[in-house]
């Protein structure tokens, strides 16, 4: 009798163990779900505000049937709208992954993409190209400046790379060294600067403060391709990148290889932020706040933190793309300005929260 007893409480353990499992599996999957939905309505609603506003009604209409409502409203929504709209989540995808994965690879949660030096190197290759007019690549027109600020970006990635291949190097040295690379090509920027002309100077501070007036259907097919590689790649590594936070000594004795995991991650880090510092600038705060509020939802499971970030990242830029336009009517101010606005207090309280808990 006092056998069977043991045993219906083992059962009644393992019940409520795998009821407990799938109750948290459905809410974090429940979870991803409304964000998609506030995605789409934001998405939507980009669209819609602007100057002449449309309803919410019409802008669905035209998106479903271009031509709807006439050519005039087909070309402001599908020509001009639209790929600002679309851009707006798919940079914010970039930046939410990137930054998920940058905190994973430092294990810090105060950690964002653009924390190894890669916004001050993509500002300076823009502002050679803007000044100089020297570039990488040669005959490229109007793209020299994306095009800089890529290659620039991916030249500082690459110099991280080497520098963990260095045997002993560990993610504090990493982190000073991205520290270091900041502050050197800020002092080169600020050189930039000085010698640029009042035109020149004023395109810098534009590009630096991060628009998405440079959008068009180019930018959102190399951009979605670039995810469309780059998410798949990842999620056949969450079980890798999930033991990583459980920490080095758990991972290794998993049987994961962290040397690679770490260079593999790095080049989508790298590949993710130079695309979206290329296309509209230095946009701070997403990659840093997508991630930490992703966590606070799903905690730290790897195979619904990335998605999760990427579509927190994506709502944070879309909903920063309709303040920015409608603050002031006729207004449209640049998404870095507004980004940082809200990014600042939210950084102040994960760095209060940060500090309770290594105090505890």
Known sequence: MKVSNQGHEILQKQHDLISGFVASESKKIQMLTIVVVLLAISLVLDVSIGPGNFSFSTVLDVLMNRESHGIKLEVIIWDYRLPIAVTAVIVGAMLGISGALMQ????????EPFTLGVSSAASFGAALAIVTGIGFVANVGSLLVTLNAFIFALVTCGLLLLLMR??????QAIILFGIAIFFAFNAMLA????GASETQLQ?????MLGSLNRASWMQIFWGTSLLAIIMPFCMMRTWRLTALRLGEESALSMGVDLARLRIEILICISLLAATAV?????????GLVGPHIARLLVGENQRYFIPLSALLGAL???VTSIVSKALTPGIIYPIGII???IGVPVFLAIIIRHSKEQNL
């Open 278 to 286: 290329a296309f509209v600038g230095t946009i701070g705060f997403v």
């Open 166 to 171: 260095i045997k002993g190097v560990g993610t």
């Open 339 to 341: 980004t940082a606005l």
């Open 203 to 207: 395109r810098i501070v534009f590009w």
């Open 316 to 318: 944070m830029l879309s």
């Open 104 to 111: 994973t690879l430092l294990n810090n949660p105060l950690a």
């Open 191 to 194: 050189m930039m600067e000085y």
